[in-house]
């Protein structure tokens, strides 16, 4: 098991008083909060702050922790030794409802957890679940095909003996054929189980696209970059252009410009009333690599009467 | 844990239009109607109707009560807390998605 450095986790010295570690821990989880940051790993940094001060920012468990970690050097395989914790006295509860925590605090501040006791015996009891929250990320491609994707969740549970553990689950999800960014989808009965006689909650899901190689979205709209050679721009043509329910011959008005975007009509995202698919003109120049193809630039600069910078004056 | 076997789910989609009562919106989310009060009367949220007795939020409204609660609870932040944040969250989320606009059309 590795030791954790919760030190270096928040940031600080060793010498910090209580105030410096309750500052240091409130600007990190701002900054690392997954509402508040996006970022792949915020989420992970964010419970990893959490966990160093639940011990950091807890005076006792901060000197047991000092203690235990007086003679370790980073890299090390850690043991805590027997009875390490003896002779400390916790006032406080152990660790937090629903969160998850590294196997090092499991090992170390396992014994301080407080057990928690399912409502038993009185009265018969009946709440219904609660819903639970998540996102997912669909590619692009799904959202057309309507594919099934199996999604992780981590579920905080309490077992028979009352400790909370962390559940793997996975699930077989249909994709909605259609749904947008940010919209919801609802998984009936799929949240936390009910008590009694009342059903699960629900889970929901807010959608995300991950970036795809292709196609940019807007809305229901789609985007894709079309390489084009200066005489189909100039001269018109009728151009292979792939989307995503397959590919299509678009035509190329003539004196067409870098960045012009057409239409093809409902080649978006489906929907009641499907999106569009915009091809955007990019003009790629042909390489001069060989003498024919100089010469072909060179004829065009002495044939044609073309000022690139006219606009700039004289 | 695997749910070997397991059945797919095919999840419905929640309809951009779709509302739900106050009850429902403090079961989903497990919170006092008291704290979706609050809420409303700081602008977090939007209640749809004249009197309490009728309120109906919209269906998106979960997501946003569940954040509101995440952020109440990590970030140790006050009511009035939760309504900036909120708000700048939308704000970032709505520059972002122009920003990503106007990347696509460059």
């Known amino acids: ?183 919801t989808i609802r998984l009936k009965g799929q949240g936390s189980p009910g008590i009694g006689r009342l059903p699960a909650g629900d889970l929901y899901l807010e959608v995300s696209f991950k970036p795809d190689q292709l196609y940019r979205v807007s809305g229901r709209d789609l985007y894709i970059d079309l390489p084009v050679a200066p ?67 060179e004829d065009m600069a002495r044939d044609l009467a073309f000022d690139p910078r006219a606009k700039f004056g004289a | 844990m695997t749910e070997k076997g397991s059945p797919n789910h095919h999840p419905e989609i929640v309809e951009a239009g779709a509302t739900m009562t106050l009850d429902e919106l403090c079961l989903s989310c497990r919170v006092e109607a008291g704290w979706i009060l609050e809420l409303v009367e700081h602008g977090a949220i939007e209640a749809i109707g004249r009197s309490r007795s009728d309120w109906q939020f919209s269906h998106v409204t979960i997501v946003r009560v569940a954040k509101a609660k995440r952020l109440e609870r990590d970030l140790a932040l006050n009511m009035p807390g939760v309504a900036l944040a909120l708000e700048l969250l939308d704000e970032i989320d709505e520059l972002r998605s122009r920003l990503k606009a106007a990347e696509s059309r460059r």
């Open chain 1, 1 to 183: 098991m590795e030791f954790k450095d919760y030190y270096a986790v928040l940031g600080i010295d060793r010498s910090a008083t209580q105030d410096e570690v309750k500052r240091a821990y409130r600007k990190l989880a701002r900054k690392f909060h997954p509402d508040v940051n996006r970022e792949q790993g915020a989420e992970d940094k964010f419970k990893e702050v959490g966990e160093a001060f639940e011990v950091i920012g807890d005076p006792e468990k901060r000197a047991a922790y000092d203690q235990l970690g007086e003679n370790w050097k980073p890299g090390e395989d850690f043991q805590p030794p027997p009875n390490w914790d003896a002779g400390f006295e916790f006032s406080g509860g152990g660790p937090g409802e629903g969160r998850d925590y590294s196997d090092f605090f499991e090992q170390v501040f396992a014994g301080m957890r407080q057990r928690q006791h399912a409502p038993r015996g009185g009265a018969e009891f009946h709440a219904r679940g609660e819903d639970h929250h998540a996102r997912i990320v669909v590619d692009l491609r799904d959202v057309f095909q309507g594919a099934t994707r199996t999604i992780s969740l981590r579920v905080p549970e309490i077992d028979e003996s009352g400790h909370l553990n962390i559940r793997d689950r996975t699930l077989n999800v249909k994709i909605p054929k259609g749904v947008s960014e940010g919209q």
């Open chain 1, 231 to 297: 005489w189909e721009a100039v001269l018109g043509a009728s151009v292979k252009t792939p989307t995503p329910a397959g590919a299509v011959m678009l035509k190329i008005p003539p004196n067409s410009f870098q960045g012009r975007e057409l239409r093809i009509k409902g080649r978006g995202l489906p929907a009641g009333e499907p999106g569009d698919l915009y091809a955007v003109l990019k003009i790629v120049l042909p390489p001069a690599d060989t003498d024919r193809a100089k010469k072909a630039y």
